[in-house]
C-alpha cells in the first residue's frame, strides 16, 4: 500500500449535528446518532494523527453571494434561498467530533462532490497520496459521489462504514452493499485503527494550509 490519508466530509453542524436545521428535518442527524459515528469518528482522527496519517476535511460552506454554488439542484437552491451554510456561520461548522486539528487541509465547496472546484484534488497530489479512506455524511450523497471520483482518478479507496450514515438505514444498506463496493473498498474503523496501528499505511506530509 502507498500513502494513505483519511478524508472526513460534511460532518456539520447543520447537517448531522444535534438539532441540525438540515440533519434534524431529514434524519441524518439522528441516524448518525443512532449509529454512533461521531464517536467512532473522533477516535479515528486521533489514532490517524498520533502515527501521522494525513487527515483532509471537506464541507459544504458558501460565500455570501453563492457564487461557490456549483449545484444548480432545487435542493441546493433551497439552501441559498434559506441562507443556509455560510461560510462562518454557526451551522457551516464542523461537529466538535469532527474539528480539523491545527494545519489540516480544509476544501470549502459547493455541491455534493468533494472535488469539485476545491482543489482537493492538487493538495492530495501534493501530498503524495495514494489511498484514501473516506468517511462522511451522507452515505450516498457525498461519500458515494467522492468515491467515484476518486476512484476514476486512480486513487485506491475505502470507505469506512460505521463513519458513515444516511437518512434511513435502508438508504445507508443499499449503497454499502449495492453501490459503492463497485469503486471502493468497504472496511470499519476498526480495520483502519489495526492497519494504522500494525504500521501498514504510510502517513506523508500534507499541506499546512486551508482553502477558502
Known sequence: MGTAALLAMDFQEAICGPGGSIGAATGLSQRTQERGVLPRLARCLRVARDAGVPVFHARVAFDESYTRRTNRS???AGMEQRRLLLEGSEDAAFVPEAEPAGGEVVVNKGCVNPF?????????????VTDLFLAGVATNFVVESAARHAGDSGYRVSVL???????????????????LPMFAQVVSSADFETMVQAGELSGAAAGRSTNG
Open 161 to 179: 462504514e460505521d463513519l458513515c450514515a444516511s437518512y434511513d438505514q435502508s438508504m445507508h444498506d443499499f449503497a454499502v452493499r449495492t453501490t
Open 74 to 76: 432545487a435542493r441546493f
Open 116 to 128: 469539485i472546484a476545491t482543489g482537493l484534488s492538487e493538495r492530495l497530489l501534493v501530498a503524495g
